[in-house]
Every structure is written in structure tokens, then in C-alpha cells.
């Protein structure tokens, strides 16, 4: 028989049954690593998990922060771009219509200068064919009484001018020329 | 007594199978150990064990300590896998039964809990140590004894005599003519029966793992004679897919310990029945 089997029949007890020192050993083990963890260790990582939590959150509240501001630029920046548009857009109607009053403006005027001398020639015209028929009236009625004068043999100039006859005559044919018409 | 108490071996070297010795078979007797100082009889005397148990929690403070002694807030590698540990028993254990409000304060405890068993565990495969301390019946019992009577404190605590008698005997008004058999069982399986098993249940499975691991080892070494070094290489390869599922039983016991300390917790601070 092997000392360690005699050892066994010697002591062997129930294992359920626990030996005192062993009990007091494991309680002191356990103590000294609660001891520890509980006092110094625990608390010490607990501070430093604590802190990690903050720096990690405090980093997202500082990049909310940053998205919110970039976010409000950005609206701003759209409204200034709209409101600049608009303004655009105002100004090329505003310069539209205007053109379109100048245009307005200039074609009337040159109407208006065109009826001008379109009326100034007319007058002229007018003056003209007046003074020419006013002439040669005269000389009509010169060349007729003159005329007729060699013919009758004596001068009928000034008695044909005092008493209108030629231009008497002269109104009967103009009125049958305008009958004629 | 002829056992030499610096003998690291749990079997005699020189017997081998055809040698005429029979199988030096695991047994009670693996489990005991001469003491190193004193006297087994007069109960002061200090032992394998004991050194293990002791040795553990110099090395778990000795690795939080050089973990959370100055923390970082961006941590190390150290630092890291500690927080890891402290994490997974933190949040993974103790917050998901207790809750994260009521359970803060007992974070220590089963940090504490978790990594004094896993700890004593794990000496069942390290070289030299080879052997669970949780394999001695006294250890679980007093970590259990320390949850057992945190347990019937805070019950008192928390409601009273006669809340802590209900609590204790799960009354329930709506049981009718059961209720006084159902109060006696559940006394006893509470207040009885729940701090054996929470120890035992530990105990058990460390003395059952390396019993087994005792076994194949002894007999890969038995067997190494004649024909027996075929059944010897097998033995060896189940020593080593034992040691890989030890390794495995080890944390789930320390997890299964401090789960059930931590429900036993949650229970005297529930409200009643």
C-alpha cells in the first residue's frame, strides 16, 4: 500500500465539510482583494470612466453645436442667395421696363418730328404752289391784257386792273375747273 | 505518516502498468494536502491551499493595481483588458440583474467575487500550483457564507421582520390551503438549502474537473509501459482537451457564482411577493 492511499484511509473525511484554517484563509483572501478594489482601485477607474463619459459626450455636444451653427449658416446663406436673386430679378424688370418706356419715349418723339417736317414741307409746299399761283395769276393776266392790248391797240392794262377783269376771268376758270373735277 | 508534505505529485512515479502495481486511482486523498507549517491536528497550520488562496489575491491586486492605480483616460493595454474584466462584471452581471441604480453599490463586491474565484480556478492549470482552491469545500463556503449573509441582512433590512419572513417563505395570500406547505419548502430551500448549493455547486465542479484531469494525467503516465503507450498517447490528448475545457468551466463557474449572488441580491431588494 502506497503512503499516500494509507494517508487517504487515515483522513479522508466527508469533502463537504470544511476544515476551519482554510475557511479563515479564503475569508482573509477575499478581503484583501475586496480590500483593494473596493478602496482604492475601483473608485479610482470609476473617476476616470466617469470622465471619459463627459469628454465623450462633451465632444458630441461640441460637434452638435458646430452642426447646428453650420446648419443656421447655411440657411442664411440660401436666404441672402434667394433675397440676391429676387433683387436680380427686379432689377431686370425694373430695367425692362424703363427700356420699354425710353423706346416708348424715343418713337413718339420721332413721330412727333417726323409729323413736324413731314407738316413743315406740306406748308412749304403749300406757300410755294400759293406764291407760284399768285405769280403767275400776274403773269397771266400781264401777258393776256398785254396781249390783248397789241391787239385792240391801245394800253388795257390799267383799266383791266381797275376794274378786276382778269381776275374775274381767271376765278370763272378756276371754278369751272373745279366743277370739272 | 511517511507522505513527504513537499511532494508535488498526487501519485507514486515509479509504478507502471505490467509492473505489478495497480492503478494509483485519483480519490479523496488527492484533494488533501500535508500542511507546509504547523500541525493538521491542532487546526493552525498552513498548506498548499492556502499559499494559492493567498498567492491569487496578491496577484489579482497586484494586476488591477498596476491597471487603475493612475488610470488614463485614454487607457493602455493593461488598463484596457482590466476594464474589460471590470466591465464585463459591471455591466454584463450586476447592472443586468440588479440594475444599473440599485446594483452600483455592489459592484466591488462581485468584481471582488468574480475574480477571486476565477482566480482560485484557474490554479488548476497552472504548472507547479495545479490545483482548484475551489476544490476545498471552505472556499466557496465562505464566499458564499459572505453573499448568504448579505443576503439575510438586506432582506431585513429592506422590509422589515415579518417583510423578510414573507419574503423568505414566498407568501402569496392566492395559494390558499397550500400556502403553509409551500411557505415550509420554501424556507428551507431559501434560507437552508440556497447558501449549500451556491458553495457546492462551485465546489463541485472544481473537484469533479480536476479529478478528471488527475485521472488522465495519472494514467497517460501509468500506461507508459509495453502496449500501454498507445493508450497513454490517448490519455495525453484527453488531458489536454480537459485542460482547454477547465479553462472554459473556470470562468462560467466564477460567472455562474457571482450571477447567482447577484440574483440573490435582487431578490431581498425586490419588493414582495
Redesign the interface.
Known amino acids: 500500500m502506497n503512503p499516500l492511499v494509507q494517508l487517504a484511509a487515515e483522513e479522508a473525511e466527508n469533502p463537504l465539510i470544511p476544515p476551519i484554517p482554510e475557511l479563515v484563509i479564503g475569508l482573509i483572501a477575499f478581503v484583501i482583494v475586496f480590500g483593494f478594489l473596493a478602496k482604492k482601485l475601483l473608485p479610482n477607474i470609476n473617476k476616470v470612466l466617469e470622465e471619459r463619459r463627459e469628454a465623450i459626450e462633451g465632444g458630441i455636444e461640441k460637434a452638435d453645436a458646430a452642426q447646428t451653427e453650420a446648419q443656421s449658416v447655411l440657411e442664411q446663406y440660401k436666404a441672402q442667395l434667394a433675397e440676391a436673386r429676387h433683387e436680380a430679378a427686379r432689377l431686370r424688370q425694373e430695367a425692362q421696363e424703363q427700356g420699354a418706356v425710353i423706346l416708348q419715349e424715343m418713337r413718339a418723339e420721332g413721330q412727333r418730328q417726323r409729323e413736324e417736317i413731314v407738316a413743315a414741307g406740306h406748308a412749304q409746299i403749300e406757300a410755294d404752289r400759293k406764291a407760284a399761283a399768285s405769280a403767275l395769276r400776274q403773269d397771266v393776266g400781264k401777258l393776256a391784257t398785254d396781249l390783248a392790248g397789241k391787239l385792240v391797240g391801245e394800253s388795257l392794262e390799267d383799266h383791266a386792273r381797275q376794274s378786276g377783269t382778269v381776275d374775274r376771268f381767271l376765278d370763272e376758270l378756276e371754278a369751272k375747273a373745279e366743277a370739272v373735277r | 505518516?511517511?507522505?513527504d508534505p513537499t511532494q508535488v505529485l498526487?501519485?507514486?512515479t515509479d509504478?507502471h502498468i505490467f509492473d505489478g502495481c495497480g492503478f494509483?486511482a485519483p480519490?479523496?486523498?488527492s484533494?488533501?494536502f500535508e500542511p507546509l507549517w504547523g500541525d493538521?491536528d491542532s487546526?493552525?497550520?498552513f498548506n498548499k491551499?492556502?499559499l494559492l488562496?493567498?498567492l491569487?489575491?496578491?496577484i489579482?491586486?497586484g494586476f488591477?493595481?498596476a491597471?487603475?492605480?493612475?488610470?488614463?483616460?485614454v487607457p493602455g493595454k493593461l488598463?484596457m483588458v482590466?476594464?474589460a474584466g471590470?466591465d464585463f462584471v459591471r455591466r454584463g452581471i450586476v447592472y443586468e440583474t440588479i440594475g444599473k441604480k440599485d446594483g452600483e453599490k455592489y459592484?466591488?463586491?462581485m468584481?471582488?467575487?468574480f475574480?477571486?474565484i476565477w482566480m482560485?480556478n484557474l490554479w488548476s492549470i497552472i504548472p507547479v500550483a495545479q490545483f482548484p482552491v475551489t476544490a476545498?469545500?471552505?472556499?466557496p463556503?465562505?464566499?458564499a457564507g459572505?453573499v448568504y449573509i448579505l443576503w439575510v441582512v438586506l432582506t431585513f433590512k429592506k422590509h422589515g421582520f415579518v417583510g423578510a419572513f414573507k419574503n423568505f417563505t414566498g407568501y402569496d395570500k392566492s395559494l390558499g390551503g397550500v400556502l403553509p406547505l409551500s411557505m415550509t419548502i420554501e424556507f428551507f430551500s431559501n434560507l437552508l438549502v440556497r447558501p449549500f448549493t451556491h458553495a457546492?455547486r462551485l465546489?463541485a465542479n472544481m473537484?469533479a474537473g480536476h479529478t478528471l484531469l488527475l485521472l488522465f494525467t495519472i494514467a497517460s503516465w501509468y500506461l507508459l509501459n509495453g502496449i500501454g503507450f498507445a493508450y497513454a498517447g490517448v490519455s495525453f490528448v484527453m488531458v489536454i482537451v480537459m485542460t482547454a475545457f477547465e479553462l472554459f468551466i473556470q470562468a462560467v463557474q466564477a460567472y455562474v457564482f457571482v450571477l447567482l449572488a447577484c440574483s440573490y441580491v435582487q431578490g431581498a431588494l425586490a419588493k414582495g411577493h
Not at chain 2, 136 to 139: H, T
Request: glycine fraction near 4%.
Open positions: 505518516m511517511s507522505a498526487a501519485f507514486e509504478c494509483p480519490g479523496l486523498h484533494f488533501l493538521a487546526n493552525l497550520y491551499t492556502m488562496a493567498l491569487g489575491s496578491v489579482i491586486v488591477f493595481w491597471a487603475f492605480r493612475k488610470p488614463k483616460l488598463q482590466a476594464e471590470y459592484v466591488p463586491l468584481v471582488s467575487l475574480f477571486v482560485m476545498i469545500i471552505s472556499y463556503a465562505a464566499l459572505i457546492v465546489f473537484f
